[in-house]
């Protein structure tokens, strides 16, 4: 092959290896998918603590918005409450969560309604994002989350932290305390 026909061959691998990387990485990392890799939630749509999650199907994630100690499995663990934003991917298998705000569920310390579900397999999430049932390896995957001035909160989509243990609560550093909300 002369080297003027073998330049072409080159860019057109190089581009095939590019789109190949490309749609990899899309499904290794599905928020990727969401628009400016940010959702803003405007203030007026933003919950308020006790409410159920509000689901954002762009970025694929639920805002909770907590009250203190809400949604926890264990009755010493403790969390002030206040902000964070699940990803709706499942730590399992990768299927979508459903809220189901008719499933009760009870600790000592809370009677509860309303679950976190996955389908696929029947693993269940606190709505503190808390596995307490089933296959998935961890609770739900917290994205990064940022209150601007106006009362918006800028939920970054492909911000993923790893979710904590089953049963664990959630790592406070991915939440916005009422405090700051
Ligand atoms: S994918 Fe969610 S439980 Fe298997």
Not at 157 to 168: F, I, L, M, N
């Amino acid at each position: 092959m002369t080297r003027k026909r073998y330049l072409p061959v080159a860019g057109m691998l190089a581009a095939l290896i590019a789109a190949a990387i490309a749609a990899l990485a899309r499904f290794i990392y599905p928020h990727s998918q969401a628009v400016d890799n940010y959702v803003n939630v405007d203030a007026s749509k933003v919950p308020v603590a006790g409410d159920p999650p509000l689901e954002d199907k762009t970025g694929n994630f639920y805002l909770v918005n907590l009250r203190a100690n809400e949604g926890l499995w264990g009755n010493d663990d403790h969390t002030a409450g206040g902000f964070v934003a699940f990803s709706s991917i499942c730590t399992h298998l990768r299927c979508h969560i459903a809220w189901e705000p008719a499933q009760h569920w009870q600790t000592e310390r809370e009677f509860a309604t309303g679950l976190f579900v996955c389908h696929c397999h029947d693993s269940i999430f606190t709505k503190a994002g808390v596995k307490i049932f089933g296959p998935a390896p961890r609770s739900m995957d917290p994205l990064e989350l940022e209150p601007l001035s106006d009362g918006t909160l800028r939920v970054h989509a492909t911000k993923v932290h790893k979710g904590t243990a089953a049963y664990a609560p959630p790592d406070p550093k991915t939440m916005i305390p009422p405090s700051q909300s």
